[in-house]
C-alpha cells in the first residue's frame, strides 16, 4: 500500500472532518463498522474525524473514498452536496395515521389533504 501522505491545510481538516461525518450519517455507519471493513485502525479515523491528522495517507483516503464511492478530492473539499444530503437526512418524516373507514376509500395517499391532517407518526 502507498505511504504517501497528503499534506492538508486546516480548513481542509475540518471539512474533511464534516464530510466524513455526513457519509456516516448518510449510510448508517458506525467508525468501527468502516475500520473492520476497511481494515484501517479505529484510531485512524478518530483522528481525521477530529482534525488531528495534518497528513493522512492518500491510501488511507483512497480506502475511505471508495468505501463511500466518491473521489478523495470530494473527501477533502467543501461540497454543497454533502451539505445538501446532510440536511435531507436530518429532516424528520412523518406519516399521517389512517383510520380503517379512510384507508378503504382512498387509493393513494394524494387523494387525502394533508394541511389539516391532526395524526402523525414519526
Known amino acids: 500500500m502507498n505511504s504517501t501522505s497528503l499534506k492538508i491545510h486546516n480548513?481542509?481538516?475540518?471539512?474533511?472532518?464534516?464530510?466524513?461525518?455526513?457519509?456516516?450519517?448518510?449510510?448508517?455507519?458506525n467508525?468501527?463498522?468502516m475500520a473492520q471493513t476497511l481494515d484501517i485502525p479505529v484510531m485512524t479515523i478518530?483522528?481525521?474525524?477530529?482534525?488531528?491528522?495534518?497528513?493522512?495517507?492518500v491510501?488511507?483516503?483512497?480506502?475511505?473514498?471508495?468505501?463511500?464511492?466518491?473521489?478523495?478530492?470530494?473527501?477533502?473539499?467543501?461540497?454543497e452536496k454533502f451539505i445538501k444530503l446532510s440536511r435531507k437526512k436530518s429532516t424528520p418524516l412523518f406519516l399521517p395515521i389512517l383510520d380503517w373507514e379512510t384507508a378503504q376509500k382512498i387509493?393513494?395517499?394524494?387523494?387525502l389533504d394533508l394541511t389539516k391532517w391532526?395524526?402523525?407518526?414519526p
Open 11 to 29: 480548513d481542509q481538516k475540518i471539512t474533511l472532518s464534516q464530510n466524513l461525518y455526513i457519509l456516516l450519517e448518510i449510510h448508517n455507519v
Open 118 to 121: 391532526k395524526s402523525w407518526q
Open 59 to 79: 491510501s488511507t483516503l483512497k480506502l475511505i473514498a471508495d468505501y463511500f464511492n466518491i473521489s478523495i478530492d470530494s473527501l477533502i473539499q467543501s461540497n
Open 46 to 57: 478518530r483522528r481525521l474525524l477530529s482534525g488531528e491528522t495534518a497528513d493522512p495517507r
Open 107 to 111: 387509493t393513494t395517499i394524494h387523494e
Open 31 to 33: 467508525l468501527s463498522q
